[in-house]
T-cell receptor, first 116, second 111 residues
Framework: GAVVSQHPSWVICKSGTSVKIECRSL??????MFWYRQFPKQSLMLMAT?????????EQGVEKDKFLINHASLTLSTLTVTSAHPEDSSFYIC????????????FGPGTRLLVL | QQPVQSPQAVILREGEDAVINCSSS?????VHWYRQKHGEAPVFLMI?????EQKGHEKISASFNEKKQQSSLYLTASQLSYSGTYFC????????????FGAGTQVVVTP
């Protein structure tokens, strides 16, 4: 149980394009999902908290107009990187919290984004 | 605020023990431990809650000292599969649910 999927796992795009990343909880319902980014050999940095049916909460320094988050259902959250630039290249990981087991976060496999 | 992990890295021979520490300057509600292998997402190991007891998973266990706002992860009789980077994630009493991760501890277990 507690499986989280992400799609795509790899994406390469040109500078200026937008990229959408999906995060799904496969066998549980997640009222809350979290989006992180991780640079090589660094820790996970929380970008935003996504709550089903409401606006996402962004961490300080994260541009909400650049990183659009939508949590349309209890099993799906999406992160759209708008007008991507090379500095947005990173490993993006989502996690989901089971609505009945609030304490534990389960991570998806991550999405590697390379902006050329 | 990011918790502080120590040591940064440790190299072990198979069968040896190691301790990884995680400390916070804020009052903690919970401490979460994850292991990440190169190129993969973090895998949940265990969670310790305020007022909870010491947890264990096979030969990996952890403790939570509420007074010191510290947690320690114990790798006992290490196996090759224990290699990876260990992260602690902490949730404070005023930001319940959101995790701040430490910088990570790289563990290398050699034959």
């Amino acid at each position: 149980g507690a499986v989280v999927s992400q799609h795509p796992s790899w994406v390469i795009c040109k500078s200026g394009t937008s990229v959408k990343i999906e995060c799904r909880s496969l066998d549980f319902q997640a009222t809350t999902m979290f989006w992180y980014r991780q640079f090589p050999k660094q820790s996970l940095m929380l970008m935003a908290t996504s709550n089903e049916g409401s606006k996402a909460t962004y961490e300080q320094g994260v541009e909400k107009d650049k990183f659009l988050i939508n949590h349309a259902s209890l099993t799906l959250s999406t992160l759209t990187v708008t007008s991507a630039h090379p500095e947005d290249s990173s490993f993006y990981i989502c996690s989901a919290r089971d609505q009945y087991i609030q304490e534990t976060q389960y991570f998806g496999p991550g999405t590697r984004l390379l902006v050329l | 605020q990011q918790p502080v992990q120590s040591p940064q890295a440790v190299i072990l021979r198979e069968g040896e023990d190691a301790v990884i520490n995680c400390s916070s300057s804020k009052a903690l509600y919970s401490v979460h431990w994850y292991r990440q292998k190169h190129g993969e997402a973090p895998v949940f190991l265990m969670i310790l809650l305020k007022g909870g007891e010491q947890k264990g998973h096979e030969k990996i266990s952890a403790s939570f000292n509420e007074k010191k706002q510290q947690s320690s992860l114990y790798l006992t009789a290490s196996q090759l599969s224990y290699s990876g980077t260990y992260f602690c994630g902490t949730a404070t009493t005023d930001s319940w649910g959101k995790l701040q991760f430490g910088a990570g501890t790289q563990v290398v277990v050699t034959p």
